[in-house]
């Protein structure tokens, strides 16, 4: 294996070290009334015989037949947004979120039959990674990635690279708050040892609240040498679903890909 392809199946994995793997217990207290609680009732007063009228005719008011009506809600089918000129929105409904990245990257869901079209389409640029990604197809979809994007232009500061976009998709327990998943992944990636200058803040999406997550790695390619790499990582939870989307790129590219990151993800949309 070349040290192009090497580089190319670290940075897959790498992007998607975080999985949430523990669960929180949570405790839940009932309160319920005394059993030697007792109750003062007033006493009953003596009723009185009710006095007799003679009967009185009231004519009876003539009213329509009462008909019982039953309204069924339907579902809301959510309205996406679709991408401005120059984009592509991909909408994935069976795992409950849509996403536009620039129409010159390469997208696809991850699952193998979605991706032969984008290894038709990685072909053309660079064969070498189409071969590599092909091959790490079925564990990145056992993983959990959904989707994964590539950006195919070529950037001479790193010709070696493709940045690329991951979106990965996990349950998490009911119990789970958003919280707690931040905190337990960040946990998770510090243990890993591969992380470096990690970064974090809480930001405000049109999806929602999420936790932007910025950090340094290198990697081992041959030997002593060491590839560096850039990661942006989103993280967001919606009905009981984990989202973590995974940015990749060469730190000579960071500065100059970070505001495409940020608007990628901004255009993120459920789709449930």
Same mark, same amino acid.
């Given at each position: 294996?070349?040290?192009?392809?090497?580089?190319?199946? $670290?940075?897959?994995?790498?992007?998607?070290?975080?999985?949430?793997?523990?669960?929180?217990?949570?405790?839940?207290?009932?309160?319920?009334?005394?059993?030697?609680?007792?109750?003062?009732?007033?006493?009953?007063?003596?009723?009185?015989?009710?006095?007799?009228?003679?009967? !009185?005719?009231?004519?009876?008011?003539?009213?329509?037949?009462?008909?019982?009506?039953?309204?069924?809600?339907?579902?809301?089918?959510?309205?996406?947004?679709?991408?401005?000129?120059?984009?592509?929105?991909?909408?994935?409904?069976?795992?409950?979120?849509?996403?536009?990245?620039? !129409?010159?990257?390469?997208?696809?869901?991850?699952?193998?039959?979605?991706?032969?079209?984008?290894?038709?389409?990685?072909?053309?640029?660079?064969?070498? $990674?189409?071969?590599?990604?092909?091959?790490?197809?079925?564990?990145?979809?056992?993983?959990?990635?959904? #989707?994964?994007?590539?950006?195919?232009?070529?950037?001479?500061?790193?010709?070696? #690279?493709?940045?690329?976009?991951?979106?990965?998709?996990?349950?998490?327990?009911?119990?789970?708050? #958003?919280?707690?998943?931040?905190? !337990?992944?960040?946990?998770?990636?510090?243990?890993?040892?591969?992380?470096?200058?990690?970064?974090?803040?809480?930001? @405000?999406?049109?999806?929602?609240?999420?936790?932007?997550?910025? $950090?340094?790695?290198?990697?081992?390619? !041959?030997?002593?040498?060491?590839?560096?790499?850039?990661?942006?990582?989103?993280?967001?939870?919606?009905?009981?679903?984990?989202?973590?989307?995974?940015?990749?790129?060469?730190?000579?590219?960071?500065? @100059? $890909?970070?505001?495409? #990151?940020?608007?990628?993800?901004?255009?993120?949309?459920?789709?449930?």
């Amino acid at each position: 294996m070349t040290s192009q392809q090497k580089l190319i199946v $670290y940075v897959l994995v790498l992007a998607n070290i975080l999985i949430f793997c523990c669960g929180l217990p949570v405790a839940i207290w009932f309160m319920l009334p005394s059993e030697d609680q007792t109750i003062a009732s007033a006493p009953t007063p003596a009723l009185k015989a009710a006095p007799t009228f003679p009967p !009185t005719a009231i004519p009876s008011p003539t009213l329509p037949p009462t008909t019982a009506t039953r309204v069924i809600p339907l579902p809301a089918t959510p309205v996406l947004t679709p991408a401005e000129p120059g984009w592509t929105l991909h909408s994935l409904p069976q795992d409950g979120f849509a996403i536009s990245v620039p !129409t010159s990257w390469a997208a696809q869901p991850s699952d193998p039959a979605a991706l032969a079209s984008l290894m038709r389409q990685v072909q053309e640029k660079n064969p070498q $990674y189409a071969k590599v990604l092909g091959s790490q197809a079925p564990q990145m979809a056992a993983a959990g990635i959904k #989707f994964i994007a590539i950006d195919l232009t070529p950037q001479p500061e790193a010709p070696n #690279f493709a940045t690329n976009l991951n979106v990965l998709r996990h349950t998490i327990p009911s119990a789970t708050t #958003f919280d707690a998943y931040v905190n !337990t992944n960040v946990k998770q990636l510090q243990d890993s040892g591969i992380a470096k200058s990690i970064t974090r803040r809480r930001v @405000k999406l049109p999806a929602g609240d999420a936790e932007e997550i910025r $950090y340094a790695a290198a990697m081992a390619i !041959t030997g002593a040498e060491k590839t560096q790499m850039a990661l942006t990582q989103y993280l967001l939870v919606r009905n009981q679903q984990g989202y973590v989307l995974s940015f990749t790129t060469d730190p000579k590219l960071d500065a @100059k $890909y970070f505001p495409l #990151f940020e608007k990628i993800v901004r255009s993120l949309q459920w789709t449930q």
